[in-house]
């Protein structure tokens, strides 16, 4: 059997009709030790390149708890950010040149 570019683009067209209608999808990495993968791992894909990752075998969509719960992490994780930016003091680094007046330079 011959395998060619419009049969892999076919599957991957198929496999994107099946899934949901969104910009992006919550993907969950599969594991795979011959290839050097880790499972579990959590990502936000486009449609096109989920469906590539689903014929691969590489990931799986995640369920509506694993997303949840994901996203519950990360908003933990950004106002975790954003609360130590504002503790920090503002550092202010640079250089300031100060010109004189035009004219005699006073010699």
């Not at 992006?24 to 990502?43: H, Q, Y």
Request: charge should be positive; hydrophobic fraction near 35%; proline fraction near 4%.
């Amino acid at each position: 059997m011959t395998y060619t570019i419009r049969d892999r683009m076919d599957r991957l067209r198929r496999i994107e009709e099946t899934l949901p209608p969104s910009q992006s999808l919550w993907m969950v990495s599969l594991e795979d030790k011959m290839r050097g993968f880790v499972g579990g791992r959590i990502v936000g894909i486009n449609r096109s390149a989920a469906a590539a990752c689903i014929e691969d075998g590489s990931y799986r969509l995640a369920t509506d708890e694993e997303a949840a719960a994901h996203e519950a992490i990360e908003a933990q994780k950004r106002e975790q950010a954003r609360y130590t930016r504002m503790a920090e003091p503002a550092r202010q680094v640079g250089t300031c040149i100060v010109l004189g007046p035009k004219g005699k330079s006073g010699r």
